[in-house]
Structure formats: structure tokens, C-alpha cells
């Protein structure tokens, strides 16, 4: 028999080396690492397929819209499991041609690997996207995410890809990778992330705890999740001062009325969960408005992130741009904050013609010496697990002058990520602005 304690040792040290749970836990910790970026309206793309698990976490966190890029690996004749090069979607190759002529792969060998790899990865492009087109790259930051690097080829013909797309910025972001190829791939991409680039690396999967296989059925589901743009948005662009903000603007036959999304610090008018909350709202009968809050140039200063009367006059910009436009109907507007957002949803209803206010997760407290001065409905949803911005909610409710009401999701934390948690979020949301949007009641 084995020694216990030499078992127990190894076992340790096994554990030191397994640096994340899984990879909706390296997605984590990859999106916290991407937010001190300060990205303004990323895309994120992630590998199929446990890339795309890894981007879809980060992709939650940082607000952003999530899309792949389909790539296959090139493996050896008589040695699949050895990596000489990669593909990807539009006909992209990367190769290494040091070890093409190391080990003596000739022409045709090479066609005939290509053309198998090419067959499967037609096929995930329509698994994964249908009859969808891609997600837009032209002029915008776009992260690459996969779960590791070993050799990188499969990530430097995703970064092809997109270059040929004429993304603005490429960044490659991974939870960990071999030294090398993190070296190599920063002549690939704009910047490269990694969270650990050990010296003695291995293979990707000892770094995971659980590093099981995902199957296409994840990788469609996490797709569908994000909605990728398949919400049928119009495109608005509202006047302010300095420029113009891009917004995203929805209205249904004979909406009851309009609700307006500010989101919160370091995200967009593509956030995930503001775009999942709008898609239940309208289901309900209301039109929807998410816009940016900031121009490209006011973005740049992360001051202005939280900067509550700044981001509150473009909130009463946009109210009044509706008031005027002929893309949107005479009915009542209300406000769905979240952060920072829903702090600037409270000031921008003061004095003006919104007739409720929602917060999720939001910081009422930001709004300071004002809060007596908001007489609309106001619904402050806050996560039980959520507990110093519950205890500021709590606070806040106590100021207001209209009518206020806190209500706790139980299980939620500060993201809302729990199962069910966003979805009781959006029906709050509702029987709020559906009971006081015809009426305010004041």
C-alpha cells in the first residue's frame, strides 16, 4: 500500500495546480480582469467550444454581446492529436510551417486534413448560427476568449478572421496559457490577457478542476441566451450637447408605454440582462429604449462613468428627444435603472413627465440630498444576498416622496446571475410600471 500522507501531498499539490473550478469560474475571473480595462462597447467572441462557456461568463459580467468564430484545428497525418496549423470561417488559414516541414507533411496530406476540417466546421457554423449572420466587428474592440492556449493556431485564425472583419481592436483574453504562444500571439492581436502563463505549463485542461467536454448543444443555448441581436431593435441616435448617443429602440402595435434602460458603470446598451429584462417588458405590451449614456469621448473618462448628473441629463435628453420624435408613440415613459443607471433614473425623474421608476441592483444612495425631491412610483428590486446595497436601498426608500417600495429577490445576489433570479427581476418590472404608468396615482 501507498503512503497516505505522500497520497495526501500529491493530492495538494494537484489542487494548487487546478487554478480554476471550471470554466463559468475562469469566465469570472476573466471578466473582472476585462472590466478594469474599461472597454468601451466590446463584442466577445469566444472558440467553440469551451471558449464560448468561458466568454459567455465575462460576456454577463462586462454587459456585452457574445458571437463566435468557428475554427478547427489541423492535425498531423497519422497524428490528429498534434497541431500543425488551424482554419476558420471565410477561408482563413494559420499554419506552422516550421513543423509542416519537420515533419515531412506534403501538399496533398495537407489538402486532405483541410478538406475533412473544413466539412466539420461548415457544419458548426450552421449548428451554432443558422441562418444568422455574424455579429457586426467593423470599427469596434473585440475580445477573443478561449479557455487556454497550448499551441494558440486555433486562436490566431480567430483573429484573422475578425481582422479581415476590420475590427477596430483585438484583444485576446484567456484564463491561462503557455508562455510562448501568449509571446507569439501578441503579434496577432492588439493586447493580449492571461490570467496565468506558467513556466511549467502542461496542457490546458490541469488547470481545471472540471474541465469537461462541452457539446454543441451548450454552445447553441449560451448563443440564444445573448439573443445576439435577434430582438429586431431599431437603430436611434439621440442629440445631446457633445454629439450623438447610439441607442436601440423598440416599440410594439399600441404600446401601453415606453420604457427607457440606463444601465449601470462599464456597460451598454447591449447588456445581457437589461436586454433580457426588455424582452419580457415588451412581451407585456411596453417599447423598450437602451442607449449609451456617454459618447465615445465622455467614455473615455472613467470619471464620467459615475458622474449621476451627467448621466442623468443625458437620461432627460433622451426623455425629451422621445417627446419629439416620430419613431416613437404619445405614451407614457418610465425608467429602468441599474447601478449607477438607476441613480440617474431617480435625478432624471425629478420634475419631469416620467411616470415610474424601477431599479435593479441599483445605488439610490448616490442620489444624495435629492432623494426627498422624487415624487414618481419608484420599485427598488434588490438581490437578499445583495446585503450592503440592500441596506442602502433600504435607507433610500425611507427619503422618497412618492410612493416607494423595496423588493427583495430571495437567493439573488448583486448580479441577478441566479436561476430565475433576472426573470422574477422583469416580472417586478412589469406589475410596477403597469400599475402606475396608466395612472401615476399622484
Avoid at 140 to 147: E, G, K, S
Wanted: charge should be negative.
Amino acid at each position: 500500500m501507498g503512503n497516505p500522507a505522500l497520497a495526501s501531498g500529491a493530492e495538494e499539490r494537484q489542487a494548487l495546480l487546478m487554478r480554476f473550478r471550471d470554466r463559468i469560474d475562469a469566465g469570472r475571473q476573466l471578466g473582472e480582469r476585462l472590466l478594469d480595462l474599461g472597454l468601451r462597447d466590446p463584442v466577445l467572441i469566444g472558440l467553440p467550444r469551451g471558449g464560448v462557456v468561458v466568454a459567455a461568463e465575462a460576456a454577463r459580467l462586462l454587459g456585452a454581446p457574445l458571437d463566435v468564430v468557428v475554427v478547427r484545428k489541423l492535425g498531423a497525418p497519422g497524428r490528429p492529436e498534434l497541431g500543425i496549423g488551424a482554419i476558420g470561417e471565410d477561408a482563413v488559414r494559420a499554419l506552422n510551417q516550421e513543423l509542416i516541414d519537420l515533419l515531412g507533411v506534403t501538399e496533398n496530406e495537407l489538402a486532405a486534413v483541410e478538406a475533412r476540417e473544413s466539412e466539420e466546421l461548415a457544419r458548426r457554423v450552421v449548428a451554432y448560427r443558422g441562418d444568422r449572420n455574424p455579429l457586426a466587428v467593423e470599427g469596434r474592440t473585440v475580445v477573443v476568449i478561449d479557455d487556454g492556449l497550448a499551441t494558440g493556431y486555433t486562436a490566431r485564425a480567430a483573429l484573422r478572421v475578425l481582422r479581415n472583419r476590420r475590427a477596430a481592436r483585438l484583444i485576446l483574453a484567456v484564463p491561462v496559457s503557455a508562455r510562448d504562444t501568449a509571446n507569439a500571439l501578441r503579434q496577432e492581436a492588439d493586447e493580449v490577457v492571461v490570467l496565468e502563463a506558467p513556466f511549467g505549463f502542461g496542457a490546458v485542461g490541469q488547470w481545471y478542476a472540471d474541465f469537461r467536454q462541452t457539446s454543441d448543444n451548450e454552445v447553441v443555448g449560451l448563443l440564444e441566451d445573448f439573443g445576439r441581436d435577434s430582438r429586431g431593435d431599431q437603430e436611434a441616435w439621440i442629440p445631446v450637447e457633445d454629439g450623438r448617443l447610439p441607442g436601440l429602440l423598440s416599440v410594439p402595435p399600441s404600446p401601453r408605454g415606453m420604457i427607457v434602460f440606463a444601465h449601470g458603470s462599464g456597460s451598454s446598451r447591449h447588456s445581457p440582462r437589461n436586454r433580457a429584462v426588455a424582452k419580457v417588458v415588451e412581451a407585456a405590451g411596453f417599447g423598450t429604449v437602451l442607449f449609451d449614456l456617454l459618447t465615445e469621448s465622455e467614455a473615455m473618462n472613467r470619471a464620467n462613468v459615475f458622474d449621476i448628473d451627467l448621466l442623468a441629463a443625458r437620461l432627460a435628453s433622451t426623455v425629451e428627444w422621445m417627446k419629439g420624435s416620430p419613431q416613437v408613440p404619445d405614451v407614457p415613459i418610465g425608467l429602468f435603472g441599474a447601478s449607477t443607471g438607476a441613480a440617474a433614473a431617480l435625478v432624471a425623474s425629478i420634475g419631469s413627465p416620467t411616470g415610474a421608476v424601477v431599479s435593479r441592483g441599483g445605488r439610490p444612495d448616490l442620489v444624495g440630498s435629492r432623494l426627498p425631491e422624487v415624487t414618481a412610483p419608484v420599485l427598488l428590486i434588490v438581490g437578499s444576498r445583495d446585503s450592503a446595497v440592500l441596506d442602502l436601498n433600504k435607507a433610500a426608500s425611507e427619503q422618497l416622496s412618492g410612493p416607494g417600495e423595496v423588493s427583495i429577490v430571495p437567493g439573488a445576489g448583486h448580479l441577478f446571475e441566479e436561476p430565475g433570479a433576472l426573470e422574477e427581476v422583469a416580472e417586478r418590472a412589469v406589475e410596477w410600471f403597469t400599475r402606475w404608468l396608466p395612472n401615476p396615482g399622484r
